[in-house]
């Protein structure tokens, strides 16, 4: 698996409960550009449209190579997942008042890109701080049992 881009305060602003892996269509000159690694889902979000999962804000760079004049780097990119996980991840979205996060894109050791996304709750504020305290806490108790 080679990480392409990584949304890291996905973690930080939402408690992520359940986290999905979905494919993503794309065309051949992204593909190459995010061998690249050119791409960036910092700020993209997924929404429902018409029954199926949508990933908006994703910038994917313009291959130097394209012969593609109207390019455009942040459409909306349908994500490949089964209608069951779909109607899971809406029903989960209605009732908790949850929201989808993208978290990951990445390749797969085949060669496809996939995209790893979590549903998950807004952290208040004092969730914020209290993970804050709990990563510095784990950090210095590493530090001391190493040098014990």
Do not use: H
């Amino acid at each position: 698996m080679k990480i392409i881009a990584a949304n890291s305060r996905a973690n930080y602003d939402y408690l992520i409960s359940e986290k999905i892996d979905a494919g993503i269509v794309l065309t051949g000159s992204e593909v190459k550009s995010l061998r690249f690694n050119t791409g960036s889902i910092k700020g993209s979000y997924i929404f429902e449209k018409n029954g199926e999962l949508w990933l908006s804000n994703c910038f994917i760079k313009k291959y130097s190579n394209s012969i593609n004049e109207s390019y455009l780097p942040t459409r909306d990119r349908k994500l490949l997942i089964k209608k069951k996980e779909i109607n899971k991840i809406k029903g989960s979205v209605k009732k908790d008042g949850s929201t989808i996060v993208p978290i990951l894109l990445y390749f797969t050791s085949k060669g496809l890109v996939k995209l790893s996304f979590g549903v998950g709750k807004g952290k208040k504020k004092y969730d914020k701080r209290q993970s804050i305290k709990e990563k510095d806490w784990n950090i210095k108790r590493q530090r001391l049992i190493k040098n014990n």
